[in-house]
């Protein structure tokens, strides 16, 4: 099997699909590793064969999309930037209406104040009609048809008929995307109005699918790049009923995500396997996350920073999503240097200072340090004993993780992760383990 980040033909781009998941403010992290994705040299490799986005995801996929119908990718990261920055609370009145809503929401959450619904207020009403001017800002939806033909990426947006039940993805091949659909996915039943659109009843795509994935991989993409806001891990127990609130949002985010990634790295390890024929109706599909790390610029009020417009906050955030992509493009260039088993050139990667600590169940465990040591554990070890397992998803978080295994005669006997911290773009730590 080829290399997971080379072309699978000389010359041929690889196919990569993004899929964004919603989570209000803090999707200001998708448009900034979005941003950075989208301009980075490394990209050029790949094909945007679609893109699929909940709620603040689903307007991130919407904006790179439009630019990419055009194949400007450089529009791309103008309008992300365009529609975050127009999306602030920059006016007084605007700063003061921030900070009441999160108040609001926060006592609600407390249960100090009584929780209002949106069908009682005039604001709900007035809010929706600012988010579509928003979006029409950026977006000429006038101009956007029906792909049939399939020139074009592909974008799905998810929500969910609050009447039925039944999740609803919304598909640029099929369905004529307006502003009302993106509205439909970003309805969040606590703020907003359902959203009437071809005769359903919508509410916010995060009780669907979040962000779409099923319906993503049809376009047969080689890659699966998934922009993760709520965190898989919790390091604490959650004891207050604000932490409790936050992290049963998180979990409930997740849940439909990680469903549908599980099943893709199954498929991928029963082809890996032979125990499915490849060739056929299923391909193998390395999985990539760039995940949103826990941090105090988003753990300080829980759910209700995700309503959080304040400019210095959405900034942080999109700095903090362009400085993740730039981990995880640097986790992709050692990666693909890894799978050249080129001993020198992955030693280059290293820093001058970096580290290396191998445990079990790995060989040669210690600690090395320094060109001439590194560079006979990286000969005998990284490129003679053991390879990145493809059918395992790769995670960038404060570290980009891999799933590490033997090959050959150590194939059965080793299996771990491997751990990576790079600083401008050079590793300058890796830890195998367990």
Not at 139 to 151: E, I, N, P, S, T
Not at 242 to 263: T, V
Not at 411 to 430: C, H, K, M, P, S
Request: charged letters at 25%; a negative charge.
């Amino acid at each position: 099997m080829s290399s997971p980040t080379r072309a699978d033909h000389a010359g041929t781009p690889r196919r990569v699909a993004i899929a964004c998941q919603g989570g209000g403010s803090h999707t200001a992290f998708t448009a900034g590793a979005l941003k950075r994705l989208l301009l980075a040299e490394e990209i050029r490799r790949y094909q945007v064969a679609g893109l699929s986005g909940t709620s603040g995801g689903a307007v991130c996929a919407l904006l790179a999309w439009y630019a990419l119908l055009d194949d400007d990718r450089d529009r791309a990261a103008r309008l992300l930037e365009r529609f975050w920055s127009d999306n602030s609370a920059t006016e007084p009145w605007e700063q003061l209406a921030n900070v009441g809503l999160m108040w609001a929401s926060t006592l609600q959450e407390l249960g100090v104040l009584p929780v209002i619904s949106p069908y009682d207020t005039p604001a709900s009403v007035v809010a929706m009609d600012e988010f579509r001017q928003l979006l029409e800002r950026q977006v000429d939806f006038a101009q956007l048809g029906l792909d049939a033909a399939a020139r074009h990426p592909l974008l799905l947006i998810g929500a969910v008929d609050v009447l039925s039940g039944e999740f609803r993805t919304f598909n640029s091949r099929r369905d004529r995307i307006t502003a009302d659909t993106v509205l439909a996915s970003a309805a969040i039943p606590t703020l907003f109005r359902a959203v009437r659109v071809d005769g359903g009843t919508y509410w916010d795509g995060l009780f669907s699918q979040n962000p779409p994935v099923r319906e993503l991989i049809d376009t047969a993409p080689d890659e699966l790049w998934v922009i993760q806001i709520n965190p898989q891990e919790q390091p604490l127990e959650p004891t207050t009923v604000i932490e409790i609130a936050d992290r049963r949002n998180e979990l409930s985010g997740n849940l439909s995500l990680y469903q549908e990634l599980h099943f893709i790295e199954k498929i991928d390890q029963l082809l890996d396997e032979g125990l499915l024929a490849s060739g056929g109706r299923y391909k193998q599909i390395v999985v990539r996350v760039i995940a949103l790390p826990r941090t105090p610029l988003t753990e300080q009020l829980g759910t209700a920073s995700k309503l959080d417009r304040d400019p210095a906050f959405i900034r942080a955030l999109m700095t903090l999503g362009e400085q993740q992509a730039d981990a995880f493009l640097a986790g992709l260039a050692f990666e693909q240097v890894w799978a050249g088993r080129d001993a020198e050139a992955v030693v280059g990667s290293f820093a001058e200072d970096a580290e290396l600590v191998s445990s079990a169940p790995f060989p040669r465990q210690g600690r090395y340090r320094g060109t001439e040591q590194l560079r006979r554990f990286v000969d005998d070890v990284l490129c003679g004993e053991l390879q990145l397992d493809p059918t395992r998803k790769q995670v960038a978080r404060e570290q980009v993780i891999w799933t590490v295994r033997g090959r050959g005669d150590h194939a059965a006997a080793l299996e771990g992760r491997a751990v990576a911290r790079f600083r401008d773009g050079q590793v300058t730590g890796l830890w195998l383990g367990a």
